[in-house]
């Protein structure tokens, strides 16, 4: 294990996406990050390595896209119907999904740097190409894309945090596994030093610039209790078990402020027998995202969401949520033979909790914890209400409803089709929403709002942009634009240093 020096001009703490677009952005200015990983390198780069790797950005068009994805090929121009993400359309999803509390500096920051952000990770070696498998679906010979993001890294999570840190060895950037960080000293001039702690040796490095990296609180069941309520400690954690909330808890101990909305957070319906943590050889994959097609109950036998209130990418990260407040914190969705095409990948791993039926009272009594006759009720009404009248689209909100108690506003299709399947989930938590207040310099500011000399943030870690929900895609791109913006920062701060 490589020793930990004394002293080092900028800490990157973290080593995922935002961590490293930071360092890499720094190394650009001529200042050479330490990095600072928890976890051993086998485990390296926290939920960016969980990922599909999927990333929104604007574009106009497909000539602004295909600066992203260059290498096009010409089957795919023809065949694929790239269409336009505006940047009005990102701000759009960005204020409808936040119920408009989202910081409009920090959200024109992501909306607006989107895209030359993905650009400039393609010169550091990062490839991208269109993500038709889940973000698109194929109408008369052609495919569409639906709900803002159609690229993804090439290798999904796995493929960036390799092809980041390959970079990141090509400008000689050590990262220190098994480090983490403790705690942060200040002095007159502001960040002075990091504490950390590597294998239960505790040390110091003095330093002239932090940037924070390391992720929210959602892996640590006690801080989820607290700032998310009753119950949250309970759910699973999608990815990584080492965003402890360390960073948070750091910066607010030297007077960070707290920003954001701290009760809140991404999460989505995870199998109901995944592991505690993300296991990294199944990935994204305990995610049951086609919900939209089919309908959702629980251990009443009773719906509790509209399914298809809007495209998954837009209800997905609060729809985890509502399944934890159901009785058991559990949910059953439930497709018929019509719509089985339609499923993800994701429903056909191995480690799937799943019930088949070929009728409605046989599949009811392998749904464990269902009340049967709630069940059989609740899609006898269903089926009686579907507007069958409205053609189904799933590529449009095609209005084909079935208006109930609780609605289904679109993609409602009757469940009469066998064989019926139905599969168990519960919460899964992504990440949390409340972190530490930046400025659009990626500086972290005090309780009074000026900025702490030498204190960057990056990633989860920030608070202010995400609140009730989240349109999918935008974590890493948030994460690469903040990265990039706290590393150029922090370069500038140390060179600022350097030269008094
Ligand atoms: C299963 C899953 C799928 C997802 N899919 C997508 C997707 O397709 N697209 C998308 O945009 N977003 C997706 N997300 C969300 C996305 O992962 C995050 O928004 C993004 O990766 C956060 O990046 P980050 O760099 O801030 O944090 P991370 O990638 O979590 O990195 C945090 C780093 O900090 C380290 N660390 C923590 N504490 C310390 C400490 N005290 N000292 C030192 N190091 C520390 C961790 O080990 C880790 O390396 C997904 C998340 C999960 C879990």
């Known amino acids: 294990m490589a020793p930990i020096p004394a002293q080092a001009d900028l800490v990157v703490v973290g080593a995922g996406n935002a961590a490293m677009c930071a360092a890499l952005a720094a190394a650009e200015q001529g200042v050479r990050a330490l990095v600072l990983e928890a976890a051993p390198e086998d485990e390296r780069g926290g939920n960016s390595t969980y990922t599909a790797g999927a990333m929104r950005f604007a574009y106009d068009g497909v000539e602004q896209y295909g600066e992203v994805v260059p290498d096009l090929t010409e089957a795919e121009r023809t065949t694929v119907d790239f269409g336009a993400y505006t940047e009005g359309q990102f701000f759009d999803d960005m204020f409808r999904l936040t119920e408009h509390r989202c910081d409009p500096d920090l959200a024109e920051m992501l909306v607006r740097r989107s895209r030359e952000t993905l650009v400039w990770m393609r010169s550091k070696g990062i490839r991208f190409q269109p993500s038709l498998g889940r973000q698109a679906f194929k109408v008369g010979g052609r495919f569409k894309f639906w709900g803002g993001v159609a690229c993804e890294v090439t290798g999904g999570g796995p493929g960036l945090v390799e092809m980041l840190h390959r970079a990141a060895k090509r400008e000689a950037i050590d990262v220190l596994y098994r480090a983490r960080l403790t705690g942060l000293r200040v002095d007159d001039q502001g960040v002075c030093a990091v504490e950390v702690e590597q294998e239960g040796r505790k040390s110091e490095i ?242 009074y709002g000026a900025p702490i000399p030498g204190l960057f943030a990056a990633g989860e870690l920030v608070g202010g942009l995400f609140y009730f929900n989240y349109p999918g895609g935008s974590g890493l791109t948030s994460g690469a634009v903040f990265g990039r913006a706290a590393g150029n920062s922090a370069a500038a701060h140390v060179r600022r240093l350097r030269g008094a």
Not at 280 to 290: E, M, N, T, Y
């Open 206 to 447: 003095r330093t002239r610039a932090v940037v924070l990296a390391c992720g929210g609180f959602e892996s640590n069941a006690e801080m989820r209790a607290r700032y998310l309520g009753p119950g949250w400690d309970l759910a699973k954690v999608r990815g990584t078990r080492f965003n402890m909330g360390d960073g948070i808890l750091a910066a607010l101990a030297i007077g960070a402020m707290p920003a954001g909305h701290w009760s809140g957070c991404h999460a989505v319906g995870w199998d109901l027998n995944a592991p505690g943590f993300g296991d990294l050889a199944v990935g994204d994959q305990f995610q049951k995202h086609s919900y939209p097609f089919g309908i959702m109950v629980n251990a009443r036998g009773e719906r509790f969401v509209d399914e298809g209130a809007d495209f998954r990418n837009y209800t997905y990260a609060k729809y985890g949520g509502e399944i934890l407040r159901q009785p058991g914190m559990f949910a059953w969705q439930v497709f018929d033979a019509k719509v089985a095409h339609l499923l993800r990948d994701e429903y056909r791993i191995r480690q799937v909790t799943k019930a088949q039926g070929d009728t409605l009272e046989e599949l009811v009594g392998r749904m464990e914890g269902v009340d049967p006759d709630g069940f059989v009720r609740t899609v006898r009404e269903f089926n009686q209400a579907v507007r069958v009248d409205v053609p189904f689209d799933p590529n449009v909100k095609d209005g084909r409803s079935a208006p109930l108690g609780v609605p289904k506003s679109n993609w409602a299709n009757t469940i009469d089709a066998p064989p019926f399947v139905a599969y168990a989930v519960t919460c899964g938590v992504t990440f949390t929403f409340g972190g530490l207040r930046v400025n659009t310099s990626a500086m972290v500011e005090d309780r």
